[in-house]
């Protein structure tokens, strides 16, 4: 046999051997999207960088989709395994016809509030203005309704929701004189004081599943051990958060950008209670969601919340008793 022979050999067996571990490897990862960069993201961030995944017998790529358009119609198509973000856009998906589930609510409120320009006390001052949100289909688009719907305001007819494409920009937006008002959630609306603007209103009292872990039915049903042990290690994020304050504010300033301490310990302190240990999804969150879409949305009006969630993932992780072990 030629020596040319024998490496040739050698060189099909491992490229063999290296197809059979990157298939692997794309069998035990998932592909995960969150939506943006507010402080009550920091349990996903947690997961990623202390290596969560890994602990629990899989991997993840993590990846920053701003749009939740975008994030919705990759997770639709395949391209992603997982979504964190607002329930809302998930839930106008399956009314179209999306096979989505909202698998998870990762919190049960939110810290989102409405801040103004100088000049205006009350949300009724914004008759006739313009309020920036992330997106149209997003947490802030909701609460900016629930808030305006308290005192009797419509949005889009009494005040305009204009979409900015995040916190940032909104802020930017307020700042600049182009918005009088902005939906904004810490740390942006420490920023927000220090520039001078104030809080009229404040959404965490609301009953809203604000950030949840969504995926395709199909996915838990044909990938559920890969799903179980992501989900796994997005619960223990969330423990993580809410008993390590020190590193959860670490990673929270990492990826929120926020060097200032005083800044984070507040976002910490605002975040800390408004998770679900269990992610458990309820119909009760769905409802009020629906009730805002059926405005527009004649499915809306005629579906039940049930059929938006699935309890599977969030019933394995409690009968497991892994909460109790992190």
């Known amino acids: 046999m030629s020596l040319i022979y024998r490496l040739r050999t050698v060189a099909v067996?491992?490229?063999c051997l290296v197809s059979t571990f990157s298939l692997a490897d794309a069998q035990n990862k998932i592909r995960a999207?969150?939506?943006?960069?507010?402080?009550?993201?920091?349990?996903?961030?947690?997961?990623?960088?202390e290596r969560l995944y890994q602990k629990h017998q899989t991997d993840a790529d993590?990846?920053?989709?701003?749009?939740?358009?975008?994030?919705?119609?990759?997770?639709?198509?395949?391209?992603?395994?997982?979504?964190?973000?607002g329930a809302d856009p998930i839930i106008a998906g399956i009314l179209a016809g999306a096979d989505l589930t909202l698998a998870g609510f990762i919190s049960t409120t939110t810290p989102i509030s409405l801040y103004v320009a100088p000049?205006?006390?009350?949300v009724e001052d914004l008759k006739g203005k313009n309020v920036a949100v992330t997106r149209l289909a997003s947490s802030t688009a909701y609460m900016a309704k629930v808030c305006f719907g308290q005192y009797k305001l419509e949005a889009m007819k009494d005040i305009m929701l204009l979409q900015s494409g995040g916190y940032p920009e909104s802020l930017a937006a307020l700042q600049a004189g182009r918005m009088q008002g902005a939906m904004l959630s810490p740390p942006f609306t420490y920023r927000a004081e220090a520039?001078?603007?104030k809080r009229i209103w404040n959404g965490a009292g609301v009953e809203y599943p604000s950030f949840v872990l969504a995926t395709r039915r199909t996915f838990i049903r044909d990938s559920a051990e890969r799903a179980q042990r992501a989900f796994t290690?997005?619960?223990?994020?969330?423990?993580i958060f809410r008993t390590d304050k020190e590193r959860a504010m670490r990673i929270m300033g990492k990826y929120t950008r926020v060097t200032d301490r005083?800044?984070?310990e507040n976002t910490y302190a605002d975040n800390k209670d408004v998770y679900s240990l269990l992610l458990r999804p309820t119909a009760s969150g769905v409802k009020p969601i629906l009730?805002?879409?059926?405005?527009?949305?004649?499915?809306?009006?005629?579906?039940?919340?049930?059929?938006?969630?699935?309890?599977?993932?969030?019933?394995?992780?409690?009968?497991?008793?892994?909460?109790?072990?992190f």
């Open 13 to 15: 067996a491992a490229l």
């Open 33 to 49: 999207a969150y939506s943006s960069t507010s402080g009550i993201f920091t349990p996903v961030w947690i997961a990623s960088d």
């Open 62 to 85: 993590l990846v920053f989709i701003g749009g939740s358009a975008v994030a919705v119609s990759a997770l639709i198509a395949g391209e992603i395994d997982f979504i964190y973000g």
């Open 119 to 122: 000049g205006i006390t009350k």
């Open 195 to 197: 520039l001078g603007f």
């Open 233 to 239: 290690a997005v619960a223990e994020g969330v423990h």
């Open 262 to 264: 005083t800044v984070l």
């Open 291 to 325: 009730e805002v879409l059926a405005a527009s949305n004649p499915k809306a009006a005629a579906a039940k919340p049930e059929q938006f969630i699935d309890l599977t993932l969030s019933r394995r992780l409690e009968e497991s008793g892994a909460v109790k072990k």
